[in-house]
């Protein structure tokens, strides 16, 4: 089941991390506004997510770090998802690793359709995880199983509407307590500054971009939008965790126009995200 609250809001729950796996590699030439991390920090978190690129600019791999910072919890959060990628085109698959709880090297194949919007994320490993994404009229949705469709308790039904080209508004389904059938957990609405989304890169977001939004998402990423064009600067509605009428971030740029971190107006709940890129 998820464990955070809506789409870019920091996780609350906690975590600590061995930092696990090979170093970043060399980052892209000529990568000026090439995203390179996320840096999160709320209440006793802080979670690091990392972007790998080879020699074309495209993501290769990606790593998320969670860290408990109070030193009371002794579990771990460590998350590699490396992607194959095909000489053109959209990777044909990846291979996620959670350095924790496992599964280790566990072979994701990803299916398209016509347009190269990914369709299917099937696991061949064993674990039974399939992730279906379709693409209604001005939204995008997501049915995942996380240990295989005949497990319903273990699913999640997520429905993004898009305008604008940004994501404006979520809803998320969990199973009820009786397993009878889906209930409404989150319903949360999005705004957005001028400023361009750090994680946005039109080739990502049109095929891959809700393949990543739903990895960041649903393992307590930094930050998950790699759809939306602008940068988030307001969440609102229902959701655990979110504070009664929402709150807004504080968009903050470097010398180079580039969004460099977001500050939210509920210190204390929400936490900050700061952005680092290649030099």
Do not use: W
Request: net charge negative; with cysteine.
């Amino acid at each position: 089941m998820k464990k955070i609250i809506c789409l870019l809001c920091v996780a609350t729950v906690i975590f600590s991390c061995k930092k696990a796996g090979p170093s970043l590699n060399v980052p892209p030439t000529d990568s000026l506004y090439y995203l390179s991390s996320i840096r999160s920090t709320s209440p006793q978190t802080l979670v690091i997510d990392s972007l790998i690129y080879d020699s074309s600019q495209r993501i290769a791999s990606l790593l998320i770090y969670a860290f408990d910072t109070s030193g009371a919890y002794t579990g771990a959060d460590s998350i590699r998802i490396d992607f194959n990628l095909s000489p053109s085109g959209p990777p044909a698959s990846y291979v996620f690793t959670d350095y924790v709880a496992g599964p280790a090297n566990d072979l994701h194949q990803l299916t398209y359709d016509d347009q190269n919007r990914v369709i299917e994320d099937t696991s061949l490993s064993g674990t039974g995880y399939i992730n279906h994404f379709s693409y209604p009229a001005n939204e995008i949705t997501s049915s995942v199983f996380f240990t295989g469709t005949s497990n319903f308790e273990n699913s999640i039904l997520d429905t993004l509407s898009v305008s604008g080209g940004n994501i404006v508004h979520e809803n998320d389904y969990a199973p009820n307590n009786d397993l009878t059938a889906d209930s409404l957990e989150v319903s949360v609405n999005y705004g957005y500054s001028a400023y361009p989304n750090p994680a946005y890169n039109p080739k990502v977001a049109s095929t891959i971009g809700p393949l990543l939004f739903g990895i960041l998402f649903y393992y307590n990423s930094s930050y998950s939008d790699a759809i939306s064009k602008k940068t988030l600067n307001n969440v609102s509605g229902l959701s655990a965790g979110l504070p009664p009428g929402g709150f807004n971030y504080a968009v903050v740029s470097d010398a180079k126009g580039r969004v460099s971190e977001l500050k939210p107006d509920v210190p204390g709940i929400v936490g900050e995200i700061r952005f680092s890129y290649y030099p």
